[in-house]
């Protein structure tokens, strides 16, 4: 283990994630799910600060001036009452996201002091940004940032594996965002392992529509929906390996060759507004939108002529305008 640094600050971003391809292969003995996918970060997600010490009541603060913004504007404040009794706290400038024990964010920092004996007191601030219950990962996201600032902190005390290990640790999607880049994710998504170059650099900068109805979907009920159809609602692993095994091995072989995600079958059939929109933008505009995850965040790759305006008021037509529409591209 490497010797404490000084620093005692740090600002890591939080990216959010698409599947591109998922398929769910079975239940494991333990509960988990087995999985093959490909997933890529994009360049969009939400931010956390770090910083370890006592806090202190400085004027101009980031997190002060945030809640100023907020009350200004008559909204609602983030809860400031995360406290634990280890000295790890937690605020977050959208109030619908828990500060306590039950953020991943928290299980993340308790986990990285028992591993490395690091125990300075650590607040945490996040700028949330990736909605919930979309299926972009944003939960996820955050708990790795969060490692990967407290390392920064701590002086790099663990090697790339285990922290890689640690972020398994904390849940099976948290590994897949230490590369920084598109990775093959395996098991219940622990196995990690970054793309080949030259596959990574036909998803890398492509631009994404990113969508998402004002509803969220549970990701712990559509993979019982999926185990509810059992074998039906699965795909083989030999399949699915075959798959991704031909999409890598051909070099002219555009993203959208890879695309597929059989959790949709669950969400579809009980959200309608997903196939009904999903169905609309293929025939208007020969789009191949499809399900991120388990959802209910949809994601679109753009052609460089995309009528992005377009595309948008037709989702809010179907949607409403509560929607959520974004477009960005893979980081």
């Not at 010797?3 to 769910?24: D, E, H, Q, T, W």
């Not at 988990?32 to 600060?49: Q, R, Y």
């Not at 990285?112 to 219950?133: Q, S």
């Not at 059992?230 to 070099?251: Q, T």
Request: charge should be neutral; aromatic fraction near 6%; include cysteine.
């Amino acid at each position: 283990m490497s010797g404490f640094a000084a620093v005692n600050s740090a600002v890591v971003f939080a990216p959010a994630k698409i599947n591109l391809f998922l398929a769910v292969t079975g239940r494991r003995a333990d509960g988990f799910h087995d999985l093959v996918s490909v997933v890529a970060p994009l360049a969009w997600g939400d931010t956390l600060w770090v910083e370890s010490g006592e806090r202190k009541a400085e004027s101009g603060k980031p997190e002060e001036k945030s809640g100023k913004r907020k009350a200004e504007r008559g909204e609602q404040t983030a809860d400031d009452g995360g406290r634990t009794a280890d000295g790890i706290t937690l605020e977050c400038d959208e109030a619908s996201v828990p500060c306590d024990e039950t953020n991943l964010i928290v299980k993340a920092a308790r986990l990285f002091r028992e591993a490395t004996g690091w125990r300075e007191p650590v607040h945490f601030r996040l700028e949330k940004r990736i909605p919930l219950g979309a299926g972009l990962g944003g939960g996820s996201s955050d708990a790795t940032a969060a490692l990967r600032g407290l390392d920064l902190l701590a002086g790099h005390p663990l090697a790339p594996m285990a922290l890689a290990e640690l972020a398994a640790r904390v849940g099976s999607d948290c590994a897949l965002f230490l590369p920084g880049a598109p990775v093959a994710m395996r098991g219940r998504g622990e196995r990690v392992e970054a793309l080949p170059a030259a596959a990574a650099a036909r998803l890398c900068g492509r631009r994404v529509l990113v969508f998402k109805p004002d509803f969220g979907i549970s990701t712990p009920w559509a993979y019982q929906r999926l185990a509810a159809e059992a074998p039906a609602g699965y795909v083989p692993m030999v399949e699915a390996e075959a798959r991704l095994a031909a999409w890598l091995a051909n070099p002219t072989a555009p993203a959208e060759q890879l695309l597929g995600n059989n959790l949709e079958r669950p969400a579809f059939t009980k959200f309608i507004a997903l196939p009904a929109l999903l169905g609309e933008l293929r025939n208007r505009f020969a789009l191949a939108p499809q399900l991120s995850g388990s959802g209910s965040a949809c994601f679109a790759l753009l052609p460089d002529n995309a009528p992005v305006p377009e595309i948008a008021a037709t989702i809010r037509a179907a949607w409403g305008e509560a929607a959520f529409v974004l477009a960005t591209a893979f980081s």
